[in-house]
């Protein structure tokens, strides 16, 4: 086979450019970290890895979800607990104003402090979280959503429920309305037992009890939900760490490139291509000019 | 025979090896040409009417300077010149355009969009809030300035493909009318530096569009284009380009000026550029319109029948006339006044986010022709990346072909130095064997001469 010089140029030019190329692909997935930069790297892993980046965000919004809605729920809670404490408090002044050596003076008495708890009671319902009322339902800038004329207490709010999103198909409801406060019937129970216990009558306060027992268990079932709610959030927040701990992981093997294996490739290539070298040298220099006389 | 006819021996050998060496020299000279096909002499033996012994020879005499050829990979690489071009050309311009639709990193269409998406959760976890809404309208801005900017960087680079064009039917045409002029001074005179010229110019063309060559004896060539005419004898039909502008995003078309037939472009540079401009590049624009196009729909239909914190409804968060991906942007009255930006439903309390809930929701619906819009633009993306793939592969398949045609060309028509100096030896010797031929008879003249 004859052999030219404008072959062997060019032939050679061409496996060292292959081998440059080669050396260069690989320093740059080396520094970049990734085996796939853009879609031409590869287009089904790099649709894989975008997917997974979707989820990621997603995921993450979700927990920054969680985190602003923990907040809410406990405040929420403890408000509940406190408010339960005060219907203990007026049981206790029930149970005490109906014992039958109790006196108009001492219940009396007993009706002023019950008025105090009551006004506890409606500081607690009309509390605001981050300028907002916590128990008006989704009318949140009332600023006073339980008021108290002579003894009654109505509600302004509304009963509809306040969600957050914390999974593609997951709300989870984050308030306690105060229409369902109102149904437990414990400002009704309050004022009547002030009312009773301004009037002396025994009957009426041992009739009260029983309303604020029923009030009181209600109230609890309310709280039990919210805290429920709370611990749900934390299973939650477990869960969406851990699928995103999987999903970086998964998206990690598509795109980014194994810092082991690339070395050790640019390794051999920059072998292959220092003696593709100096073979190129040595053969180019040799012709038969340097032989003849 | 006579003594002086042997001097003639004597002489024709100087003058053939003489001839035979300015050869040589000549193909020495030109060992790095990469369009010179190697020259070579035929050295042949002249024959002697009637002499002493019977027909003897009369010395030597050049027969042919002959071009060496190899008509088969000199054809075949014209063709597969045409389809290296085309990938190359194509993978070249199509990375361009992957840039600008940007990679998985931060500031990309995708990550813009899921930042709007996420505004909108975040609006929903305080939906009473003014400054989370001014937060959701520069998301809104962001991801307008990102579609416009991505669908105008677009259009732009389908501009600069446009002079590339011009100027490769230029070249066409230039080059046709050289061929025709080599083509008449082949048909009076036989050159052979003319014939590496016209070669070039044909391999020059081949690589801008796919062509086909007849050759006549005297090497006058008959160049074919798409079925069509594009040189022969001394007609030559040139091309233009025409440029429909009628809407933004423009197509081009390649004619024969003379009968405005449109042929099929196959090959070559022009085909990759004709490819891009045409099909490649429209199509990517038309799918980031369909993504505008949906999203704002899809947007405002929710947001309209929303309420804001102080009761107002029906306002777009889109622009009304999004008809594109350029004409993608937010309704003027919210970037102005952000408070009118929408969270609740009807009967609902201000606490209420299950229109804000919603939008954000939108991005796992399938809007956008039965796809979600994070999927769809990563089809897309996905899309270009495969176009370019494919197109490196089958250049390198190609690149491979090529290499190979020429190494056979070469093969034959090439110059090797080694095979050069040993012929310049050769010749060297043989001229110095001819000058001692005539100084061996002149002494033989003498010894006649001397004759007494």
Known sequence: ?293 | MSISSMFEIGRRSLSAYKSAIDVTSGNIANANNPGYTRRRVDLRNLTQTNGVLGRLGSGVAPADLMRTRQRFAETALWRENAGLSKYQQSEALLQQVESIFGDSSSGGLSSVLSEFWNSWNDLANDPESDALRSLVKNKGQLLADSMNNTYNRTLQFQQQVKPQITSTVNDINRIGRQLININKELRVSDNPDLMDSRDQLITELSKMININVKEKDNGEVSIFFGGYILISDTKQNELSVNYNTDSAVQSVGVVFKDSNYEPEIEGGSLAGLVDTFNNKVPSYLDSLDTLAVNVAEKVNELHAAGYNVAGTTGVNFFDDGVSGASSFRMNAAIVEDPTLIATRAATEGVGSNSVAESIFNLQFDTIVENQAPSDFFTNLLSVIGSDIDNASFLRESQELITQNLQTQKDQVAGVSLDEEMTKLVQYEQAYQAAAKIINTVDQMLETVLSLR
């Open chain 1, 1 to 293: 086979m004859r052999v030219t010089q404008t072959m062997l140029s060019r032939n050679a030019l061409y496996r060292l450019g292959q081998r440059r190329e080669a050396m260069d692909d690989i320093q740059n997935r080396i520094s970049s970290g990734r085996r796939v930069q853009k879609a031409s790297d590869d287009p089904t892993a790099f649709s894989r890895a975008e997917r997974m980046t979707t989820r990621i965000t997603q995921n993450e919004q979700y927990l920054r979800n969680i985190d602003s809605s923990e907040a809410w729920i406990d405040n929420t809670v403890s408000l509940m607990q406190s408010l339960s404490e005060v219907v203990i408090q007026a049981k206790d002044m029930a149970n005490r104003g109906a014992d039958g050596q109790a006196d108009a003076n001492i219940r009396n008495t007993l009706a002023d402090q019950t008025e105090s708890l009551l006004q506890e009671a409606m500081s607690i319902v009309n509390s605001q979280y981050l300028n907002k009322s916590v128990f008006a339902g989704s009318d949140t800038q009332i600023k006073n959503p339980f008021v108290e004329n002579a003894g009654v207490v109505s509600y302004l709010g509304n009963d509809q429920s306040m969600s957050r999103q914390y999974s593609e198909n997951v709300s989870i409801e984050i308030n306690v309305d105060g229409q369902s406060i109102m149904d437990t019937g414990v400002f009704d129970a309050m004022s009547d037992l002030i009312t009773s216990l301004r009037a002396n009558d025994e009957n009426a306060i041992r009739a009260t009890i029983d309303d604020l027992k029923t009030a009181g268990d209600k109230m609890l079932g309310l709280t039990a939900l919210a805290g429920t709610r709370s611990s749900n959030l934390r299973l939650i927040r477990n869960r969406l760490e851990q699928t995103n701990i999987d999903l970086e992981s998964f998206r990690s093997e598509a795109r980014d490139a194994r810092l082991d294996k690339e070395i050790v490739s640019f390794q051999t290539e920059q072998i292959s291509y220092q003696a593709a070298l100096q073979v190129t040298a040595k053969t180019i220099n040799l012709n038969i000019l340097q032989y003849l006389g």
